[in-house]
């Protein structure tokens, strides 16, 4: 990296901070090249990539011939892999497609079928009393389902959040809060003109998002427009847990995927999400018609569910686009690489796009040969944030190493003050609350930080004066 009247120069500028550009980040991180992160928001996976319904997917459902079939049912083995070597909480739950209507009990052999040319073959037909017999607390009606075992649940923030790390750790540069705002080419590069000032590249890597197409637009493209598609969901309370042992799956229409009840990495149910096409790429907000879709549709899907807890309920927008499939091109002309209309899969999908996006830099002359592995640090351990395992405040070996790890500070969450220290000593610390929440869970409980909130801002403003005071010395 060097600096002149063009800014901060690079090799290579991966615009985004999400699943898919921290994992594009990570890969090259892994070569020689001098990489970028320019990511608008103040943290990591602080965009789309944080809001979604956290399935790890076997891609079984995905249209077959398609790049996303392809990438997906790669990125399930990739992930899955990852997840083991890191410590990325995955539960392996499975799901199951259930059908109420007869139109919909006639359409489960045909997605028997797609996910047999998808390459899993492990799908079954079930009758109504084997459905039962999984999730007795299924309301009535049920006709019959579809199996899918391999389906499980993952924690999408610590995904995000590993892959920025280890791209962090391999000498990437993380520049947050740089909002592109326009771009200009000069010779064979591209100064990318941001709120923070001028950043170069030799090649431009678009993983923005929700923005993608307005960076493609500043590169003189118009290949597709991001509509923002928002999807509501209510979690509820830990005591809901036994209700929804796997995950239970609409049977698709031509109005998208429908509406899920399945459990989460953190011990919760997850009811959701609706499909909200809007104008707004900013509209994270939930609404009342929202609300009142999720009551309908949870009152027949699992009556009892509904008189549970509410323990929160939140939104988040995917891109979606007009095609149907992901919008991944090369301009080796302009030496711009674009990974677009990416939706919700792009959880699972995130490392095999990656891996995919680094053979078409091949292809296209960029030295993406891997540095020796002996000069690559190790990955990183993430926090195991899951319910499924042993947590900090239950390791009495932990404990009577560092006390700090038997001091609760979150009572609902069960989080300790170990755990909120070592997330501040991270590669990427937090800058406010979402962020320690998305690394500790803090504050993520029934109490939603009622009870511990006015601490937990105070030990986030230590944090902050005391990094003032470390970069002051």
């Given at each position: 990296?060097?600096?002149?009247?063009?800014?901060?120069?690079?090799?290579?500028?991966?615009?985004?901070?999400g699943?898919?550009?921290?994992?594009?980040?990570?890969?090259?991180?892994?070569?020689?090249?001098?990489?970028a992160i320019?990511?608008?928001?103040?943290?990591?996976?602080?965009?789309?990539?944080?809001?979604?319904?956290?399935?790890?997917?076997?891609?079984?459902?995905?249209?077959?011939?398609?790049?996303?079939?392809?990438?997906?049912?790669?990125?399930?083995?990739?992930?899955?892999?990852?997840?083991?070597?890191?410590?990325?909480?995955?539960?392996?739950?499975?799901?199951?497609?259930?059908?109420?209507?007869?139109e919909?009990?006639?359409?489960?052999?045909s997605?028997?079928?797609?996910?047999?040319?998808?390459?899993?073959?492990?799908?079954?037909?079930?009758?109504?009393d084997?459905?039962?017999?999984?999730?007795?607390?299924?309301?009535?009606?049920?006709?019959?389902?579809?199996?899918?075992?391999?389906?499980?649940?993952?924690?999408?923030?610590?995904?995000?959040?590993?892959?920025?790390?280890?791209?962090?750790?391999?000498?990437?540069t993380?520049?947050?809060?740089?909002?592109?705002?326009?771009?200009?080419?000069?010779?064979?590069?591209?100064?990318?003109?941001?709120?923070?000032?001028p950043?170069?590249?030799?090649?431009?890597?678009?993983?923005?998002?929700l923005?993608?197409?307005?960076?493609?637009?500043?590169?003189?493209?118009?290949?597709?427009?991001?509509?923002?598609?928002?999807?509501?969901?209510?979690?509820?309370?830990?005591?809901?847990?036994?209700?929804?042992?796997?995950?239970?799956?609409p049977?698709?229409?031509?109005?998208?995927?429908?509406?899920?009840?399945?459990?989460?990495?953190?011990g919760?149910?997850?009811?959701?999400?609706t499909?909200?096409?809007?104008?707004?790429?900013?509209?994270?907000?939930?609404?009342?018609?929202?609300?009142?879709f999720?009551?309908?549709?949870?009152?027949?899907?699992?009556?009892?569910?509904?008189?549970?807890?509410?323990?929160?309920?939140?939104?988040?927008?995917?891109?979606?686009?007009?095609?149907?499939?992901?919008?991944?091109?090369?301009?080796?002309?302009?030496?711009?690489?674009?990974?677009?209309?990416?939706?919700?899969?792009?959880?699972?999908?995130?490392?095999?796009?990656?891996?995919?996006?680094?053979?078409?830099?091949?292809?296209?002359?960029?030295?993406?040969?891997?540095?020796?592995?002996?000069?690559?640090?190790?990955?990183?351990?993430?926090?195991?944030?899951?319910?499924?395992?042993?947590?900090?405040?239950?390791?009495?070996?932990?404990?009577?190493?560092?006390?700090?790890?038997?001091?609760?500070?979150?009572?609902?969450?069960?989080?300790?003050?170990?755990?909120?220290?070592?997330?501040?000593?991270?590669?990427?610390?937090?800058?406010?609350?979402?962020?320690?929440?998305?690394?500790?869970?803090?504050?993520?409980?029934?109490?939603?930080?009622?009870?511990?909130?006015?601490?937990?801002?105070?030990?986030?403003?230590?944090?902050?004066?005391?990094?003032?005071?470390e970069?002051?010395?």
């Amino acid at each position: 990296m060097s600096t002149n009247e063009h800014g901060r120069t690079f090799d290579v500028v991966v615009i985004g901070g999400g699943i898919v550009g921290a994992a594009m980040a990570r890969e090259l991180g892994a070569t020689s090249l001098d990489v970028a992160i320019l990511e608008a928001r103040g943290d990591v996976g602080d965009g789309t990539s944080k809001a979604n319904t956290a399935i790890l997917h076997t891609g079984f459902d995905a249209k077959p011939g398609t790049l996303e079939s392809r990438l997906v049912a790669r990125g399930y083995d990739l992930l899955g892999a990852y997840a083991e070597q890191v410590g990325i909480p995955v539960e392996r739950t499975g799901a199951i497609l259930v059908a109420w209507t007869l139109e919909e009990l006639a359409a489960l052999p045909s997605l028997k079928e797609k996910a047999e040319q998808n390459g899993y073959d492990r799908c079954q037909i079930i009758d109504a009393d084997a459905v039962y017999a999984e999730v007795p607390d299924l309301g009535k009606g049920v006709l019959g389902g579809l199996t899918v075992p391999g389906e499980s649940i993952i924690c999408t923030w610590t995904t995000n959040l590993a892959l920025a790390t280890e791209a962090v750790d391999r000498g990437v540069t993380l520049l947050t809060s740089h909002r592109v705002e326009g771009l200009e080419r000069y010779g064979r590069r591209t100064r990318l003109m941001t709120d923070q000032g001028p950043v170069t590249a030799t090649w431009v890597i678009n993983a923005a998002g929700l923005g993608a197409d307005w960076i493609d637009e500043m590169f003189g493209h118009h290949r597709f427009t991001v509509t923002p598609r928002r999807g509501e969901l209510f979690v509820f309370d830990k005591q809901s847990r036994p209700k929804v042992p796997k995950i239970v799956l609409p049977v698709p229409s031509s109005k998208g995927k429908g509406v899920l009840v399945s459990p989460t990495i953190y011990g919760n149910v997850m009811l959701g999400p609706t499909a909200e096409d809007l104008h707004d790429r900013t509209a994270t907000g939930t609404s009342e018609d929202g609300f009142a879709f999720l009551l309908e549709k949870g009152g027949r899907l699992m009556p009892t569910l509904l008189d549970e807890e509410v323990t929160a309920s939140y939104a988040g927008l995917r891109a979606a686009t007009e095609h149907g499939d992901y919008v991944i091109e090369l301009d080796a002309e302009q030496q711009y690489l674009l990974l677009g209309g990416i939706r919700s899969t792009g959880l699972t999908a995130g490392m095999a796009i990656a891996e995919h996006a680094m053979g078409l830099l091949a292809d296209a002359g960029v030295d993406v040969t891997p540095r020796p592995e002996s000069s690559l640090p190790e990955p990183p351990l993430m926090p195991h944030i899951g319910e499924a395992g042993a947590r900090p405040y239950q390791d009495d070996e932990l404990i009577a190493a560092d006390p700090a790890y038997g001091e609760i500070v979150c009572f609902c969450e069960r989080v300790t003050r170990g755990e909120v220290r070592d997330a501040f000593c991270s590669s990427i610390p937090p800058t406010d609350l979402d962020g320690l929440r998305r690394r500790t869970r803090i504050m993520n409980g029934r109490c939603q930080g009622f009870f511990c909130g006015a601490n937990v801002q105070a030990l986030l403003d230590s944090a902050g004066t005391s990094t003032e005071t470390e970069a002051a010395r």
